[in-house]
């Protein structure tokens, strides 16, 4: 399969006839395939329009991190990183894609929520969801061979591929295909939960047991007896500094914030925020009690769905579940939008989302290393910290305790 990488956006156009111009040229089974790889925003804004087309041709409906103009977002917000996109070609057609972001990252080795090391690699992070076109098995086979090959020749030290679906296509063959020394072990596996949005409230409340509708409309009732609740809504740029920040610092309090995934007032954030909002896809709430900001809730909207990004509560507050009435809510007004049926929470398995969810499949993130000396030391070191971390696990869940120790680390974490 001939490789070429295209240093100049003017050498593609939006035309089949730039791309017979990396056809392979051998008499093999590979000869009617080839690639194309993109490394700066602005080669990458020249494939919006086979971006799309791609995406529409995926047969699955592609998460928003996905979306061109999220991407690109995101990409701009990381200066000391470069885009990536890597076109499959065949018989000089587009035929498939897969997109992330080039630079050195840090590989974490977790016992449990406690970081032991953290060594860097350059690695390629594809996109949640960031694979597009005809994904069948042969089409996998085509990607994974690539981005091996690409480690192979010193262009990365890892590629890391974020939550795969185990029942995808491109996680089997990744399995299959890579070598036992250049691939991770030891795999954590995650829930991802969705729910079905009701067209009313009531549906979702009859949903649920007795019990549980009785938990939370007294929630409800308590907050609003004790407090003057008001709820904030950001869909646009206007009124997103404000919002932002109140929201900034109700994250700088939780656990997410203590493992460096908080919601953050900075120049990126803003970039982000404010391409959300003009493309009609920012939904950022803030609760407040007696006009104190004490919980928030950031998604995005997006294709019939509502995309949960992140999520917190001011720790002191804890009693009176500001984050539990701050989220139905939010759920009321997703209720009343005809054009949202969906609610997806996002990656891991938490309790909340156990609770609430409808519709569960389970990922995992997937690394393959190049096959060198350090990569694979890496790797080693990384199972070796991985492994003892899943035996811990494994022997608190038995023990019933799992929960106990979680409690304990997000209240050291918070603030």
Request: glycine letters at 6%; one cysteine or more.
């Amino acid at each position: 399969m001939k490789v070429q990488s295209i240093s100049h956006s003017n050498e593609i156009e939006h035309t089949c006839e730039p791309f017979q111009l990396v056809r392979a040229n051998s008499d093999s089974d590979d000869s009617c395939w080839g690639v194309c790889t993109f490394h700066t925003l602005e080669q990458i804004r020249t494939l919006q329009a086979i971006w799309q087309t791609l995406k529409n041709e995926s047969g699955h409906r592609t998460d928003i991190e996905a979306e061109f103009n999220r991407y690109v977002s995101l990409a701009e917000s990381l200066p000391d990183h470069e885009p990536y996109a890597l076109l499959l070609l065949k018989e000089g057609k587009p035929h498939a894609m897969l997109v992330g972001i080039l630079g050195f990252v840090e590989i974490p080795c977790k016992f449990g929520y406690l970081e032991v090391l953290k060594p860097s690699l350059k690695g390629i992070t594809v996109t949640y969801g960031g694979y597009l076109g005809d994904l069948g098995e042969e089409t996998c086979r085509k990607l994974v061979g690539h981005l091996y090959a690409s480690t192979c020749r010193k262009q990365a030290d890892v590629v890391i591929f974020r939550q795969l679906p185990l029942d995808s296509p491109l996680y089997s063959v990744f399995r299959k295909q890579i070598p036992a020394l250049c691939r991770n072990h030891f795999l954590k596996i995650d829930g991802h939960w969705q729910m079905s949005i009701p067209d009313q409230t009531d549906a979702f409340y009859a949903y649920h047991s007795s019990k549980t509708r009785q938990t939370l409309r007294r929630q409800v009732r308590q907050i609003k007896s004790k407090f003057q609740v008001r709820l904030a809504e950001c869909t646009d740029a206007g009124s997103m500094p404000e919002i932002l920040s109140h929201a900034a610092a109700i994250s700088s309090r939780t656990y997410q914030h203590g493992l460096g995934c908080g919601l953050i007032d900075d120049a990126p954030t803003r970039k982000q925020l404010t391409t959300a909002a003009e493309n009609g896809w920012l939904q950022l709430h803030v609760l407040y009690l007696n006009n104190e900001p004490c919980a928030f809730q950031f998604g995005l909207r997006y294709e019939g769905r509502y995309f949960l990004q992140q999520m917190g509560f001011n720790p002191d507050l804890k009693q009176w579940h500001a984050g539990t009435v701050l989220f139905l809510k939010v759920l009321e007004r997703l209720c009343e939008d005809p054009e949202v049926n969906c609610f997806d929470f996002g990656f891991g398995d938490a309790e909340y989302k156990k609770r609430f969810g409808t519709n569960y499949w389970e990922e995992s993130t997937l690394y393959l290393y190049a096959p060198r000396v350090y990569p694979v030391f890496v790797n080693m070191l990384h199972a070796t910290v991985s492994g003892l971390s899943e035996g811990m696990r494994f022997l608190a869940q038995k023990t019933g305790i799992e929960g106990k120790i979680k409690r304990k680390w997000r209240n050291l974490l918070q603030k």
